[in-house]
């Protein structure tokens, strides 16, 4: 008998796929490392670099997911087998770009409900007159706590598999719409009140002004490769998070603008967190650190200190809470759509399933900051959530982009001349025919460097 063609579900405008394909790449990266490596790396001479390595790289890998999932209009699994030519075996890659999308879960639905419990903390008045040593305290009994993991792991779990079992665009990019836009207006306030803090400036002058100094002490070769990491990474390209909703449009926008505005948006949330982070340390004489330690440590001693520090904290805290739900409905929507493509399940109990399954396989990384610490893979030090991150972040998206770069424009793949027809369909900006050479040769290249440089520069 044949087969029922279901008719895909779609977005219900341009702002909606905007913020839904900034809220997957605006994650917890852009706040507690950006600013980081942007201030140890030189300041603005660091931006610059980044901003350059997004235009030749990050914006063309974006366009490739995008034209992918708008030519195929499935999930990147029965994408690849859509458009592959037969005999070949792109569709292989469908099958670990999957399983990225659950393990990304499984690790970044603890992240975020340390993001939820220190909002609740911070609204609660639980560091206000608080000394370092009782603050760290906080964050450590939290990290040791199997409940409050688990617990707050649960709620974020929930929150998102309700979110996108209701409906696309009823829920999914509604939700995502009103959450963006008060992410976005968080941010400014933010941003403003910390630049305006006695001492402010200097932490601005460190963060944006160029420093030649500061890059040549870091190493030229470290700055420029900490950038071409950032702007390669920030995107979270590779894996299908992207390539999903550029199945949910239409063929009236070129790709090109679309990928511009979306790597905009992340670029702006990135360089904004630098804004609210930098001053407010500054102007308290406290240097800034990276990693977890700067945001569950530092700055809420630097809230616990502030006039308006409770409602300041507060609102930092959801911001970053907001910022990393986004990420969660943006890759739990891929999920979705696995199981709604390939053994065509209504969304509701596709919801269901899934947030059955990533709640209880997100209890492991919960676990292995406290009950199970003994257990330190890859490495002495590493913990589950580690070698998680390691499988996404090291594996999945790199390879998955080079695999992207690589079908776009091989012969043996979908083809250039495909990949340009689709993301040139509809108005708006271009790419240019005669850049082929620069999307066959140099594109595969850099992305090929980055796999194996940093294969080798994680186990070295």
Known sequence: MAETKRERETLGSRLGFILLSAGCAIGIGNVWRFPYITGQYGGGFFVLIYILFLLILGIPLLTME??????SRKSILPAFCTLEKPGTKWHLWGYIAMAGNYVLLFFYSVVSGWMLYYAYLMAAGTF?????????????????????QIVSMLIVVLMTAVICSIGLQKSVESVTKVM??????IMVVLG????????GGEGFAFYLKPSLARAKEAGIFNVVYAALNQSFF??????????IYGSYIGRDRSLLGEAVIVTGLDTFVAIVSGLIIFPACFAYGVQPDSGPSLIFQTLPLVFSHMAGGRVFGTAFFIFLFFASLSTMIGVFENDQAFLIDLVHMKRQKA????????????VPCALGFNVWSAFQPLRPGNSIMDLEDFFVSDICLPVGSLIFALFCTVRFGWGFDHYLAEVNAGDGMKVPAKLSWYFKYVLPAIVAFLVVYGLISYFA
């Open 66 to 71: 995008y034209a992918v999932g708008r030519a």
């Open 128 to 148: 206000t007159g608080k000394t370092t040593d009782e603050i760290t305290g906080i964050f450590q009994h939290m990290m040791g706590s199997p409940k409050i």
């Open 180 to 185: 963006m836009v008060a992410l976005l207006l």
């Open 192 to 199: 403003i009140r910390s630049l305006s803090l006695p001492g």
């Open 234 to 243: 920030t995107l979270s390209i590779g894996m299908g998070g992207m390539e």
């Open 351 to 362: 919801g269901i399933l899934n947030g059955i399954v990533i709640a209880l396989c997100s």
